[in-house]
T-cell receptor, first 116, second 109 residues
């Protein structure tokens, strides 16, 4: 089966610019997650979608970050405007259902963002 | 979520078993122990999970102590491709995976 797809793989921007990342989850997976991974740290959950509804966005910096999953399939994460501290790898993951303990999350390869 | 403590790094010889410890002394009765790993430049990959009993799959074995305050992930025959950061996570039956810094495992030839 095809895995979680993300694009672009790499992005370099100047601070105060905008950037968008795209994720296509595994077919049939209702739950989609965006994580931020700063160098040397584990991934941190930014937002979780169940179909096209937001389940948890408590860790999303809403003054500059936004995410949507309009048709309950693919998703975009946007940063506007970017700050230096946003330099990180942005990981997308998906799972069949979010609330089962047997629920495995499948991760994409990530987008590495560098803000100069 | 309960917190976990893992050693920051460990080395292992190729072909030998790798035993990765994890302490989770504040784990509650309904929290599962999950292990993920992250190979360089890739996203994390699920390995195994368990509640009380020991578990085994094609990748690894998970040994959970009787009091559930610690666990060990065992890679039975480590290969160079097992070099990765290994994350031990305790999780209630919700969606959240709270990743710590993990253990960087280096398998040496």
């Amino acid at each position: 089966e095809a895995g979680v797809a993300q694009s672009p793989r790499y992005k370099i921007i100047e601070k105060r610019q905008s950037v968008a990342f795209w994720c296509n989850p595994i077919s049939g997976h209702a739950t989609l997650y965006w994580y931020q991974q700063i160098l040397g740290q584990g991934p941190k959950l930014l937002i979780q979608f169940q179909n096209n509804g937001v389940v948890d966005d408590s860790q999303l910096p809403k003054d500059r970050f936004s995410a949507e999953r309009l048709k309950g399939v693919d998703s975009t994460l946007k940063i506007q405007p970017a700050k230096l501290e946003d330099s990180a790898v942005y990981l997308c993951a998906s799972s069949l259902v979010g609330t089962s303990p047997y629920n495995e999350q499948f991760f994409g390869p990530g987008t590495r963002l560098t803000v100069l | 979520d309960a917190k976990t403590t893992q050693p920051p790094s460990m080395d292992c010889a190729e072909g030998r078993a790798a035993n990765l410890p994890c302490n989770h002394s504040t784990i509650s009765g309904n929290e599962y122990v999950y292990w993920y790993r992250q190979i360089h430049s890739q996203g994390p990959q699920y390995i195994i999970h368990g509640l009380k009993n020991n578990e085994t799959n094609e990748m690894a074995s998970l040994i959970i102590t009787e009091d559930r305050k610690s666990s060990t992930l065992i890679l039975p025959h480590a290969t160079l491709r097992d070099t990765a950061v290994y994350y031990c996570i305790v999780r209630y039956n919700d969606y959240k995976l709270s990743f710590g810094a993990g253990t960087t495992v280096t398998v040496r030839a």
